[in-house]
C-alpha cells in the first residue's frame, strides 16, 4: 500500500484493522499503515472531519491513537477507553453533559398493592435543572427480603403507556404540538411486559424521553444549547445531541434508583428500543455503573456499523437502501447526533471507530443486541459483526467475550457476555423478546460476575 503524504501529517505509523468483508462477514487481521495520528488532547485538539483519513475498514480498538498496542485491562482503562470516550463525543454524540450540583427526586404516588399485589408502583418527579421535572416510574416486586436488581428502560410515549394505572401522570407535552392522551394508558402493556418481570423478580424503571429533550428538532434545540452550557443560537458542532442527552438521562435516574432499599442499584441494566436502543448501548459505554446493556434494534448510530457494504448503501428503484445509512439517518433526524457527524454522511470510512468500538467501551459488562428477521433496516447481520470486533477487547479486559463466531438460529439466544438474540418478525418489542432478555438476566444479573 502506497504512502499518501497528506494522510501521514495525521496518521504516519498508525496500525488499523484491515477487514476483507464477504457478505456480511469481515475476516480481520492488522495491517501496519504507513499512517500517523499525532496524540491527540481531547479537551481541544481534534482534527477536522474531512481531515481525517479515509479508512474503509474497522479500526482497531485495541490500537492507541498513537500506534501502541493495547495489551492488558490497565491500558484499555487508562488509555484507550479515555481516547475512544472523546473520541465518541467530538465526533458523534457530542458532550457529556455535567451531572447537576443539586438534584431533588420527590415521590409523587405510591401504590403498594400494584399489578394485583405483586409489586409496588412509584412515580417521582426529578429535578434534572431542566424546564420541569422528569418521572420516574419504578415498578418494584413485594416480598422480597433483598433488593431487587433493575431494568431501567427510556419509552416514547410517556410512563402512562406501559401500565393502565390511573396514578401514573400523563406527561405534560410530547412534543412537536402533540398532548398525551388518557385513552392511551396501557397501551404498551404487551411491549414493557412489566408484571413477566415481576414474576421473575426483578424491578422495571422507566422514563419518558420527552421529559429530558423532545424528539424533534425545533423543541429539542434549546435545551440542547441548555445542557452544552451556551447561550448561542446554535449549538457547536461538538455540542450535546438528542441521544447523548438521553443517555446522560439514563445516568440521572440511576441516580435516583440508587437511593431506594429495593433496588439493587449495582445490578441495574440499560435497556431501549431503536433510537432508544442507540441511547441504552451509550448510556451504559459512558456510566459504568449499569451492569449490563440491552439495545434492541438500535441499528444506524447504535449496534449497526457506519461502514456498510456498497452494494448495502446503494439506493434501489424507489431511492432506499438496505440499511440505514449515515447520511439518511442524519437527514431525518438531525438533533439526534452532534453536528460534526453530518460531516461523515458521504464517507463515513473517516470515522477514526465505528460501533463495535463503542461495544467496547461496555467491557467487562455484557452486551446483548438484540434483532428481528424482517427488521433489515437496523442491519441485524452488521450488529453481528460489531460484537465480533469487539470481541477482542473484551478477551483482554474480561477473559472472555463473544460465544460463538456464527450468529445464532432465530430464536435461539447466545447468552456470552457478548449476546446476540435475533427473533422471527418486525421493528418492534415484544414479549418474545423480554423472555430472551430476562433468561439473559438471570445469567449475568443474578451472580455478580
Not at 27 to 37: G, I, Q, V
Not at 83 to 110: D, I, S, T
Not at 302 to 327: D, F, H, I, M, W
Not at 414 to 439: C, Q, T
Request: aromatic share 8%; proline share 8%.
Amino acid at each position: 500500500m502506497g504512502k499518501d503524504c497528506s494522510l501521514s501529517r495525521l496518521y504516519r505509523g498508525y496500525p488499523l484493522v484491515f477487514a476483507v468483508r464477504t457478505h456480511y462477514h469481515y475476516s480481520m487481521k492488522l495491517l501496519p499503515l504507513a499512517l500517523l495520528t499525532p496524540m491527540i488532547t481531547f479537551a481541544t485538539d481534534f482534527p477536522a472531519p474531512l481531515s481525517l483519513p479515509v479508512v474503509p475498514t474497522l479500526p482497531d480498538p485495541l490500537v492507541a491513537c498513537d500506534g501502541t498496542a493495547i495489551k492488558t485491562r490497565e491500558e484499555w482503562e487508562t488509555v484507550r477507553r479515555p481516547e475512544l470516550r472523546g473520541l465518541f463525543q467530538h465526533y458523534m454524540y457530542g458532550r457529556e453533559p455535567a451531572k447537576p450540583a443539586r438534584m431533588g427526586v420527590k415521590l409523587r404516588v405510591e401504590d403498594k398493592a400494584a399489578l394485583g399485589g405483586a409489586a409496588t408502583l412509584r412515580e417521582f418527579d426529578v429535578d434534572l435543572g431542566l424546564a420541569r421535572p422528569a418521572r420516574l416510574l419504578v415498578v418494584t416486586p413485594n416480598g422480597k427480603s433483598a433488593p431487587a436488581p433493575c431494568f431501567l428502560g427510556l419509552n416514547f410515549g410517556g410512563n402512562h403507556q406501559l401500565l393502565a394505572h390511573l396514578g401514573i401522570a400523563l406527561p405534560e407535552t410530547l412534543g412537536d404540538g402533540q398532548s398525551a392522551q388518557a385513552q392511551d394508558r396501557g397501551r404498551e402493556t404487551d411491549v414493557w411486559n412489566i408484571a413477566r418481570s415481576i414474576q421473575r423478580g426483578y424491578a422495571v424503571a422507566s422514563f419518558f424521553q420527552g421529559d429530558v429533550v423532545p424528539d424533534d428538532a425545533a423543541s429539542a434545540e434549546p435545551i440542547l444549547r441548555r445542557l452544552s452550557g451556551r447561550q448561542a443560537t446554535e449549538r457547536g458542532p461538538a455540542d450535546t445531541a438528542t441521544i447523548m442527552a438521553w443517555a446522560w438521562g439514563f445516568s440521572r435516574m440511576l441516580d435516583a434508583l440508587e437511593t431506594l432499599p429495593e433496588i439493587d442499584a449495582k445490578r441495574v441494566a440499560t435497556v431501549g428500543h431503536s433510537r432508544n436502543g442507540k441511547t441504552a448501548l451509550l448510556a451504559a459505554a459512558f456510566d459504568e455503573r449499569f451492569a449490563l446493556a440491552i439495545a434492541s434494534q438500535a441499528g444506524c448510530g447504535g449496534s449497526a456499523p457506519s461502514r456498510v457494504a456498497p452494494e448495502l448503501a446503494k439506493p434501489n428503484a424507489q431511492g432506499r437502501p438496505a440499511v440505514e445509512t449515515l447520511a439518511m439517518i442524519n437527514k431525518g433526524f438531525p438533533h439526534w447526533f452532534a453536528g460534526n457527524f453530518k460531516a461523515f454522511n458521504d464517507e463515513p470510512a473517516r470515522l477514526p471507530f465505528d460501533q463495535h468500538c463503542l461495544i467496547a467501551l461496555c467491557a467487562p459488562r455484557p452486551v446483548l443486541l438484540s434483532c428481528a428477521t424482517e427488521d433489515l433496516w437496523a442491519n441485524p447481520a452488521g450488529q453481528f459483526e460489531m460484537l465480533r470486533a469487539a470481541d477482542p477487547v473484551y478477551r483482554v479486559v474480561a477473559g472472555d467475550g463473544l460465544g460463538a463466531q456464527e450468529r445464532p438460529e432465530t430464536g435461539r439466544l447466545l447468552p456470552s457476555r457478548l449476546g446476540y438474540f435475533i427473533r422471527e418478525g418486525k421493528h418492534s418489542m415484544n414479549g418474545v423478546d423480554w423472555a430472551a432478555w430476562l433468561d439473559y438476566a438471570d445469567l449475568w444479573l443474578r451472580a455478580k460476575r
